[in-house]
């Protein structure tokens, strides 16, 4: 198991970008799918975007497809969520979480982090 620590959330207006990152300590990060969901108050929480172990695949939400980007440095431990053009309704506790699978669903990851807190302004 891994143990995952997320970073790089904060305030920012609609039309903005933010890049959430995602450090992970233990010694099989490489062997792992990466992927950020997301949870706004009052809602359950939704997968946006996952990764492959070797940066070759990637799955995205509808929703964020073309204004977000995944990726990884496994020498770094680390994986990035470049968000841009940022909407009110991005607004959500990111999470980062780690499986054995590029899937969108929350069963497939069984280590998670504490999630950063993403607000964008209209």
């Known amino acids: 198991q891994v143990q995952l620590v997320e970073s790089g959330g904060g305030l920012v207006q609609a039309g903005g970008s933010l890049r959430l990152s995602c450090a992970v300590s233990?010694?099989?990060?490489?062997?792992?799918?990466m992927a950020w969901f997301r949870q706004a108050p009052w809602k359950e929480r939704e997968f946006v975007v996952a990764?492959?172990?070797?940066?070759?695949?990637?799955y995205y939400a509808d929703s964020v497809k073309g204004r977000f980007t995944i990726t990884r440095d496994n020498a770094k431990k680390t994986v990035y969520l470049q968000m841009n053009d940022l909407k009110p309704e991005d607004t959500a506790l990111y999470y980062c979480?780690?499986?054995?699978?590029?899937?969108?669903?929350?069963?497939?990851?069984?280590?998670w982090g504490q999630g950063t807190q993403v607000t964008v302004s209209s």
């Open positions: 979480a780690a499986g054995e699978r590029v899937v969108p669903s929350e069963n497939a990851y069984d280590s």
């Open positions: 990764i492959s172990w070797s940066g070759d695949t990637t």
């Open positions: 233990g010694r099989s990060f490489s062997h792992y799918a």
